[in-house]
């Protein structure tokens, strides 16, 4: 009933449809968030891992910490996957394709990784998430004409990342 009033009114009084490219025209992008989800699942892996070697037997201690370690891998394999699907969906145009021809099938692969990621626990699986991500990263700095750098993160686990030159 209410939508065959609205219905009937933009018929009557017609407006302009407003275009948006994203809910919130922003403009704020930024990759750094995935990079930060990717090393966090990194990081996970490794406090599993650490777990496994001190902790013998198998105590409720043991179970908790691992239950919230595995949570936030999860969690934030699919942000890494949320935040990067943000970028391509809503910023990456026609053009930027075109000049980096490896856009889509790094994007997906960015995708599968993150699933992976939730389904296993393997360390180098997650490393190449990290990768994929800071190869986007650097494409998305390259479309705003913006250098970047790679330097290892000042935390743990210390790996690569992507960082883009600001002056």
Same mark, same amino acid.
Not at 107 to 116: C, E, V
């Given at each position: 009933?209410?939508?065959?009033?609205?219905?009937?009114?933009?018929?009557?009084?017609?407006?302009? $449809?407003?275009? =948006?490219?994203?809910?919130?025209?922003?403009?704020?992008?930024?990759? *750094?968030?995935?990079?930060?989800?990717?090393?966090?699942?990194?990081?996970?892996?490794?406090?599993?891992? +650490?777990? @496994?070697?001190?902790?013998?037997? /198998?105590?409720?201690? #043991?179970?908790?910490?691992?239950?919230?370690?595995?949570? @936030?891998?999860? /969690?934030?394999?699919?942000?890494?996957?949320? +935040? @990067?699907?943000?970028?391509?969906?809503?910023?990456?145009?026609?053009?930027?394709?075109?000049?980096?021809?490896?856009? *889509?099938?790094?994007?997906?692969?960015?995708?599968?990784?993150?699933?992976?990621?939730?389904?296993?626990?393997?360390?180098?699986? =997650?490393?190449?998430?990290? /990768?994929?991500?800071?190869? #986007?990263? +650097?494409? #998305?700095?390259?479309?705003?004409?913006?250098?970047?750098? $790679?330097?290892?993160?000042?935390?743990?686990?210390? +790996?690569?990342? !992507?960082?883009? !030159?600001?002056?």
């Amino acid at each position: 009933m209410i939508y065959e009033l609205i219905e009937k009114l933009d018929r009557r009084f017609p407006f302009e $449809r407003a275009k =948006a490219h994203c809910d919130i025209p922003c403009g704020i992008y930024d990759p *750094h968030h995935a990079q930060l989800a990717a090393l966090t699942v990194i990081r996970m892996i490794d406090l599993m891992n +650490e777990l @496994v070697k001190e902790h013998g037997q /198998q105590d409720m201690e #043991f179970h908790n910490s691992m239950a919230r370690y595995i949570a @936030v891998k999860e /969690q934030h394999a699919e942000l890494c996957k949320h +935040e @990067v699907r943000i970028i391509w969906g809503d910023y990456i145009k026609p053009e930027h394709v075109q000049k980096y021809p490896e856009l *889509h099938e790094l994007t997906n692969n960015i995708m599968k990784l993150g699933s992976k990621c939730r389904q296993t626990t393997s360390r180098e699986t =997650a490393v190449e998430l990290l /990768q994929a991500v800071n190869r #986007f990263a +650097e494409i #998305f700095w390259e479309t705003k004409g913006i250098a970047t750098k $790679r330097a290892k993160a000042p935390y743990k686990p210390e +790996e690569e990342v !992507v960082y883009p !030159v600001l002056s």
